[in-house]
């Protein structure tokens, strides 16, 4: 009797930990999909600002601006250049630039 009560008990622990280690498993998976997201989410609004601030730029000067340099001078453009690497490629004065944000792989 004494045995099957420390079974018993066993087994319970058993379970216990069976579904702590599966609701770990849930939040780890959990927390890659949001830092997934937030970081697609991250690359989507720099792009929409760097075009909203190119857009500015033609606006007041009648062309889009070379690069990303002159738009971070003269129209205060900024953002976290560690983290993000910011593609602008001009194929004419008249005509939107290419823009195209990543993430940059940093691991150092």
């Known amino acids: ?6 079974k018993k008990d066993i087994l319970g622990l058993l379970g216990y930990a069976i579904v702590f280690v ?19 989410e991250g690359c989507r609004l720099l792009t929409e600002a760097v075009a909203k601030t190119a857009v500015h730029c033609y606006a007041i000067e009648g062309q889009y601006p070379k690069d990303i340099e002159y738009l971070k001078e003269n129209y205060g453009l900024s953002y976290n250049y560690d983290k993000y690497t910011v593609h602008y ?10 823009i195209f944000v990543t993430e940059s792989d940093l691991n150092d």
């Open 89 to 98: 490629e001009l194929t004419g004065e008249n005509l939107m630039p290419g």
């Open 22 to 40: 599966i609701m770990v498993g849930f939040f780890i998976v959990s927390a890659n999909r949001m830092y997934e997201s937030s970081s697609e």
């Open 1 to 6: 009797m004494v045995f099957s009560k420390k």
